[in-house]
């Protein structure tokens, strides 16, 4: 996939409909989190239960443009230069500022002290029903890809509120990077092993180690 036809699948991508925005919902958020509560009972029997949710970096709160981490710039870099490109083209960075640009939204979704289940579950209902009104984005609400951006938000502070609420469990998000997959039709950057090892790494910290932390590509990250 060339670079003309890696922008015009993202752009096609991004369009969503009120069905499947709610469909997205249900799949990235809801789906998680009743699994999750359903193994609760079992992990907390455990001497180190351990929670790894799978999120994104875009579900972070505050992002201007696509973040990448070092090592996944390098490798792009490097990935360019074996195609024999001099300089770093303009789909290196794809996307249109993505933003949760209501502010008030973004400081209730990083208030973890404060914010509940409920509240995370009323605030989905709110961006469904701006989506359906076709007022989202003018609400503040993310633009493309908006459902699967609320979603990984409300992951990632489903987490934060779990291992608050559970301090015996170990619970942690995780973006594995840009993976060569069917879903990004394999125009990802790392391989399938490669975004494993980033899960995975999370999964396998030493006992009493981090909680109710976001990891991007192995390494610890903010949330914002």
């Known amino acids: 996939m060339d ?11 991004c369009r969503q409909t009120y ?3 709610k469909q997205g919902l249900q799949t990235n958020y809801y789906g998680t989190k009743r699994v999750t509560e359903a193994l609760l009972p079992l992990l907390r029997s455990s001497s180190d239960g351990r929670i790894v949710n799978v999120s994104s970096n875009f579900g972070l709160l505050s992002v201007s443009i696509m973040r990448r981490s070092p090592r996944t710039t390098n490798k792009f870099l490097q990935q360019q ?21 209501n502010e008030e939204l973004k400081q209730e979704l990083n208030d973890v002290d404060s914010l509940t289940g409920e509240r995370l579950d009323e605030l989905l209902a709110m961006f469904l029903k701006d989506f359906e009104a076709g007022g989202a984005e003018a609400r503040g609400w993310p633009a493309e890809f908006s ?10 502070a489903y987490s934060r509120i779990l291992a608050k609420r559970h301090p ?10 840009y993976v060569k997959t069917d879903i990004t039709r394999n125009s990802g950057i790392l391989t399938p092993e490669e975004g494993a090892r980033n899960i995975t790494s999370v999964a396998l ?20």
Not at 148 to 156: F, R
Not at 168 to 177: D, I
Not at 206 to 222: I, L
Request: aromatic share 14%; net charge positive.
């Open 3 to 13: 670079a003309g036809q890696r922008i015009n699948w993202m752009w096609t991508s």
């Open 19 to 21: 069905e499947t925005a």
């Open 81 to 101: 230069q074996k195609r024999g490109h001099d300089s770093t083209p303009t789909f290196f960075l794809p996307f249109r500022p993505q933003f949760f640009r």
């Open 147 to 156: 459902a699967y951006k609320v979603a990984k938000a409300a992951m990632n």
């Open 168 to 177: 015996e469990l170990r619970v942690n998000c995780a973006h594995p990077g």
């Open 205 to 224: 910290l030493p006992e009493g180690g981090p909680t109710g932390k976001y990891f991007s590509e192995g390494e610890e990250a903010s949330f914002v």
